[in-house]
């Protein structure tokens, strides 16, 4: 089959690989319909991840439609469209059964490696490095699906492809920084980052009975999306001083919420971006912290910050801001299982049109243009979706 794999920093090719194979009784084999690009896809493709590995098949946001299954699947069939979360979970340790599903102990086939970097592994995670499990991605014609009875969702038949594409990672991601929240009506929500998260998480919240949705952003084009789409109130951080703006939109007493949705490699301004870009290239840290140091700066005494951002090591993180400002500090990778059922029912009934967000498509073979323009955000790329 053919598929889009990891060469190198910034060296991605599309190439002839072995097709996916059954390996448990539980797999399931999916072609792939439509798969994404994602932001968090960055990181890998810029060196900032480490484990990579030449001919690593990327790719982890995806639809399609089941061709084979194991013996041990039950749930699904053969011939169903199916969307497919980008963690992978057993469905049965303790986390799944407290649906902490992207803590999961048993679908990291090296837990030793999780274990190096953060203390415990993480479930195992489709084409994000080996230190994540080392598992094939979606961006190839077919993909191995590991415990296929907990991780592929029926779509119904009145969801598109597109809109269920998003249901993959973007929108449970968004929607679950909008629940790290809890939002109630009246409450002001302001959001970093206008990629497809912070899309995903500004309709959330709205959803969830926020009053007013603040995104900060810096491309004209994406602000202008949020305004049009959303409502959303738009603020150009290279415009205008985020803090003083926020307080005035907020009565002087600031967000009750921030999501961050931005993550390491986040765009800020002065001696402090200096500082940290000058870090990340001497791989002294991975992160430049500027949207996350600013949300918990920005939020009002007692408030809420949800940390969607991909983030590695990060120096000159406020501790004492967080504790004497009283914050409640949310944060996962995204928890999917949990969130697919309703996102389902959200867009089948109209209420979430994630296939918005898909402003650009390419076959799969020009996947590595699509990257290129995802990446520079030309032309005002959103997302760039590959229809191998």
Known sequence: MRALCWNGVNDLRVETVNDPTLLNPGDAIVKVRLTTTCGSDLHLIDGLIPSMQDGDILGHEFMGEIVEIGRGVKRVNVGQRVVVPSFIVC?????????????????????????????????????????????????????????????????????SDEQALFLSDAAPTGYMGADFCNIHSGDIVAVWGCGGVGLMAQQSALLMGAEKVIAIDRFPERLAFAQNTFGAIPLNYTQVDVPEALLELTGGRGPDSCIDAVGMEAKGEGLTQIYDRTKQLLHLQTDV????????????????????????????????????????????????????????????????????????????????????????????????????
């Not at 999780?114 to 961006?139: D, Q, V």
């Not at 949310?330 to 918005?356: E, F, I, S, W």
Request: a neutral charge; glycine letters at 10%.
């Open 289 to 388: 912290g500027a949207a996350l140091r600013q949300a918990l700066y920005c939020c009002r005494k007692a408030g809420t910050v949800a940390i969607l951002g991909v983030y590695g090591v990060m120096d000159k993180f406020p501790v004492g801001l967080m504790i004497n400002k009283s914050l409640t500090i949310r944060t996962a990778q995204q928890h999917g299982q949990r969130y697919v059922p309703t996102l389902l029912d959200l867009v089948a009934t109209g209420k979430m049109n994630p296939a918005l967000m898909a402003t650009h498509r390419f076959s799969l073979e020009d996947a590595p243009q699509g990257y290129q323009m995802f990446k520079h955000k030309t032309d005002g790329c959103l997302r760039a979706v590959f229809a191998p």
């Open 91 to 159: 469905g049965s340790c303790w986390y799944c059964q407290h649906q902490l599903y992207s803590c999961c102990d048993n679908t990291h086939p090296q837990p030793e490696l999780g274990e190096t970097m953060l203390g415990y592994p993480t479930a195992g995670i489709y084409a994000y490095s080996h230190a994540f499990g080392g598992y094939a991605g979606s961006h190839a014609e077919y993909v191995r699906v590991p415990f296929a009875d907990n991780d592929c969702f029926v779509i119904p038949d009145g969801v």
